[in-house]
């Protein structure tokens, strides 16, 4: 089964071709980020602009690419939540376009299963039950994938996401826009101990995460330090603050797994390209006798490959969508 897939939820314009669920055909992004790095952060109304502008053009190259035509195709996917409501308009208006004027199923899909998904793409001997974590710009979530259909939230966040924390760092000290790689490549020459940034657990099993926090304490501490006329190192402030938000997600994520009885454990989303976090989560994993499974950075930022394979799972579960299909900012997972 051929599915042509489109991602459109914040600041990538993207589309695929998967087979079969993880087989990759074509994968092409068109990322925003040069446009909105300007602004320190993602412009909403300019992201729904530039969808419209890119969407046909990516959706072109993801056939061509693979030497296919729409009539090859047997389903179109495309995300309807979460994320900005403007720029997922644009590809469920375009997959619904498609989807009638073709003829062929329109399969809704959700953003963060789709996340959780490009653990398959990446290891196809990688099969539920597992404990996820998925970490982004716009959630941090643990979930308890308990089969391909079947999801349980265990944990989130009661305030910013990681991504969201990476990000305002970043812009604090001047780093730049996304803030996730910007300060992994500041903190590779600060100490991750120099500083010690507060670790918040939240919830009544301690499980939730907190973000705003660590990130007013990274605040306070650079005022204080402006206040009294000290340089602050840069590097050591990212290290320490990298180093708060890897230690509360990878104890949190371990945690869970143990809670749950799972023998597997994976990462997605966004901040799951982060290398230290990688690093701390494996080496738990391996201490805690857990199979540990991750995508290459190209699959955790958002792509259309994850969404192809989530809408695979999808389709055989029967969500089937039709002309009324919108889009939903605040779609719960379930
Ligand atoms: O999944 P994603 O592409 O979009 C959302 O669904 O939000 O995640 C983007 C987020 C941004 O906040 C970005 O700063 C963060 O992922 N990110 C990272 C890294 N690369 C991207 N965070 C930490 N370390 C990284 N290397
Ligand atoms: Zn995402």
């Known amino acids: 089964m051929k599915i042509l897939a489109i991602e459109s939820s914040c600041d990538e314009t993207a589309a695929a071709v998967v087979e079969d669920g993880i ?4 994968n092409i992004i068109n990322t925003q980020i040069d446009t909105h790095k300007r602004y320190g952060g993602v412009v909403p109304e300019i992201a729904s602009r530039m969808h419209i502008e890119n969407i046909t053009e990516v959706i072109d190259k993801a056939l061509s690419g693979a030497e296919l035509t729409f009539d090859d195709i047997d389903a179109i996917a495309v995300t309807y939540g979460p994320g900005l409501v403007g720029a997922l308009l ?5 997959a619904k376009g498609l989807s009638f ?7 809704p899909v959700h953003h963060i299963k789709g996340h959780i998904c490009a653990n398959y793409i990446a290891n196809p001997d990688f099969k539920p039950p597992f404990v996820c974590l998925v970490a982004s710009g716009g959630h941090s979530h643990i979930v308890h994938v308990k089969d391909y259909n079947t999801y349980e939230v265990l944990a989130k966040t ?17 780093l ?22 507060p670790r918040v657990n939240m919830g009544e099993e301690g499980f939730d995460f907190s973000f705003s926090g660590v990130k007013t304490a990274v605040i306070n501490y650079i005022h204080n330090a402006e206040q009294k006329g000290e340089e602050i190192n840069k590097a050591d402030v990212a290290a320490s603050f990298q180093e708060a938000v890897v230690d509360v997600l990878s104890s949190h994520l371990i945690d869970c797994a143990k809670k749950c009885g799972v023998k597997k ?21 391996k201490a ?4 540990f499974n991750c995508p290459p950075p190209i699959l955790c ?6 969404i192809g394979c989530a809408a695979y799972y999808a389709y055989q579960n029967g969500e089937i969508a039709g002309s009324d299909l919108n889009a939903e900012a605040s779609l719960p997972l379930k």
């Open 288 to 291: 805690n006798g857990f199979e």
């Open 176 to 197: 730049g826009y996304p803030g996730g790689p910007a300060i992994q490549k500041a903190a590779e020459k600060g100490n991750p101990d120099a500083i010690r940034f």
């Open 90 to 94: 644009v590809g469920v208006s375009t």
């Open 158 to 174: 009661c305030d910013d996401a990681a991504g969201e924390a990476f990000d305002k760092v970043s812009r604090v000290l001047g």
């Open 23 to 26: 087989n990759v055909l074509t």
């Open 265 to 285: 454990i994976a990462l997605a989303g966004g901040v799951a390209s982060n290398a230290p976090l990688r690093r701390r989560v494996e080496e738990k994993s």
């Open 101 to 107: 004027a073709l003829g062929k199923p329109l399969i």
């Open 301 to 306: 930022t958002d792509n259309g490959a994850m």
